[in-house]
Structure formats: structure tokens, C-alpha cells
């Protein structure tokens, strides 16, 4: 990206051939050398996946009578998120056999996440991810950017460094900029 940003530049920055450059038009912020995947740069951000996929998977079983209530903007955070989270094995026993692949998922997503977005790597991440995006896929419900993320971004991070997200998690070091 470097190279094709200089190389747009020495070309007199003319925007109608940009493409030609992969619309590489600016010095990428991320430092290091070249060779570092972007993804090492910028880990994939925990707290927010974790959030805005519990979020959806619940905005989308509105549609099936599963409702919250309205408190700050309808939607869960951190605490909420992991209590509907360690209560997924029981709404697989309480909900109604529509419902049951909604509660699935859920296990999944926490088995998921006790594998990628704790302290330790568990071995068997990848396979987590793959039986979370199997049972998500299954609803039938749109995959959002943070959803990908999740599916594929968590895993390839995990597999470069061989490190769980929750080192790197920007909730480690916010407080330190203060």
C-alpha cells in the first residue's frame, strides 16, 4: 500500500487514475514494515463483535415475539449481552421448538467467544467459529459487517498471532490515556 501510494503521488495524484494505483491514494496509518497483515495492526475490536452480534441476533427475533424492554435505546450492553449468553443452554430447554435454533446459536456464539475473546486461545477456536457461523447461517438472518467480522477476521487474527483477542482488547489500555 505504501509503494502504490507513493507511486500515485510521484504520478501527480491525477483521481481519475487512482484505479490503477487499487485506490491506494494515501500512506497507510498503520506503521511497521510492509509485510505486517493490517489485521496485526488493528485486531479485531471484542467488546464491540461481541455486542452489536448479540444485538442483531436479538433485533432480528423481534420478528418471533422475543422482546426486550425498552431501556436506554433497546439495546443490551456488556453485562446484558453475557447474562443472555450464560442462559442460552436454559432457553434451549424453556423456548418453543421454533425458537430453539435462536438459543443454538447462542451457545455457539458463547462458546465462541469463551474460545477467541478471553485470556487463553482455546485450540479449538477454529472449529467454535465454524459450528457458530453454522448454527447462525441457519436463522436465515443477514450477515452484518460485525457479523463477518466474527466469522472470518477473529479467526484469521487468532491464527497469526496465536493469541485469544482479550490482550489486545482496547478496553485493556483506555484507561491508561487518561
Not at 487463553?120 to 450477515?143: C, E
Amino acid at each position: 500500500m505504501r509503494r502504490l501510494a507513493a507511486e500515485f503521488n510521484q504520478a501527480g495524484r491525477e483521481w481519475d487514475k487512482a484505479k490503477s494505483f487499487t485506490k491506494c491514494v494515501n500512506i497507510p496509518l498503520p506503521g511497521g514494515p510492509d509485510e505486517r497483515e493490517v489485521l496485526i495492526c488493528i485486531p479485531p475490536p471484542e467488546l464491540h463483535l461481541h455486542l452489536r452480534v448479540i444485538n442483531h441476533l436479538f433485533d432480528e427475533q423481534n420478528k418471533n415475539g422475543i422482546n426486550r424492554v425498552n431501556y436506554q435505546g433497546c439495546k443490551m450492553a456488556g453485562n446484558d449481552c453475557n447474562k443472555l449468553l450464560q442462559k442460552s443452554r436454559q432457553l434451549l430447554d424453556d423456548l418453543p421448538d421454533e425458537l430453539k435454533q435462536f438459543a443454538l446459536c447462542l451457545y455457539h456464539f458463547d462458546c465462541m467467544r469463551e474460545a477467541c475473546f478471553s485470556v487463553q486461545l482455546d485450540s479449538n477456536f477454529l472449529a467454535k467459529i465454524g459450528t457458530f457461523k453454522k448454527s447462525y447461517l441457519v436463522l436465515n438472518v443477514s450477515v452484518t459487517p460485525k457479523v463477518y467480522a466474527v466469522f472470518q477476521l477473529v479467526g484469521e487474527f487468532c491464527t497469526l498471532t496465536g493469541k485469544a483477542l482479550d490482550p489486545f482488547s482496547s478496553q485493556q489500555t483506555s484507561g491508561s490515556t487518561q
